[in-house]
């Protein structure tokens, strides 16, 4: 694949990403939801940390702030090494699976970069409101804004029998985690090299 040819795969992915990402923030109050089927729904919710919330302040004796500030200096950090990645890929002419695989994480990286980058200084807040892009009240700060996830599939809603031990009675949702078309990107990205493992890293054939 080329240089090219990766390049527009990344563009498409980041303005999905972006455009859907804006829509929601303009047009949604934090945890509004739309039920599109009753398997999916839009949910918009913030992510102040990374996969599945997880916050760095959790492991390490740091401020909410201040750990915010280092995960998003190590998410640009390794976006620039996927990039290089991406690059030395192409230039040694690495399998098409490959390239188009980094072309997706790098793309779904991104996208979330963004996000932590500028978001706290172009929209203000959602809590009990509908926010405002390029507002003049921006709800944080460079390198501080919340990564916007709207994509959830709960498609078993359902609640525990009162039979069953501990959990009882308790709400049960089969595939909780609610995402962004970045982090979709880069799921896919890392399935697609676990998966299509020997395509993605031929072994050269012996003269």
């Known amino acids: 694949m080329s240089l090219k040819k990766a390049t527009l795969v990344i563009v498409l992915v980041l303005l999905v990403d972006q455009i859907s990402k804006i829509y929601v923030k303009t ?9 599109v089927f009753s398997w999916f729904k839009i949910l918009f919710i913030e992510n102040e940390g990374a996969a599945w919330g997880a916050k760095i302040s959790d492991i390490l004796p740091l401020s909410d702030r201040a750990g915010k ?7 640009i950090f390794a976006i620039i090494g996927i990039g290089y990645w991406l ?17 997706l994480i790098f793309a779904g990286a ?13 929209f203000n807040d959602s809590y009990g409101q509908v926010a405002t892009m390029f507002s003049d009240d921006p709800y944080g700060s460079l390198f501080h804004g919340k990564v916007v ?15 069953v031990p501990v959990v009882g009675g308790d709400p049960f949702t089969f595939f909780d985690p609610i995402f962004n078309i970045a982090d979709m990107a880069i799921s896919i990205g890392v399935g697609i090299l676990l998966v299509f493992n020997k395509k993605a890293f031929p072994k050269k054939k012996e003269a």
């Open 69 to 75: 500030l280092m995960l998003t200096i190590f998410r």
């Open 27 to 35: 047009h949604f109050e934090l945890h509004e939801h739309v039920d």
């Open 87 to 103: 690059m030395d890929s192409i230039k040694k002419k690495g399998s098409q699976t490959l390239i188009l695989a980094i072309a």
């Open 110 to 122: 991104f996208g979330n970069i963004i996000d932590s980058v500028f978001y706290g200084v172009i």
């Open 149 to 163: 996830d709207m994509l959830s599939f709960p498609m078993i809603d359902t609640t525990w029998p009162e039979w």
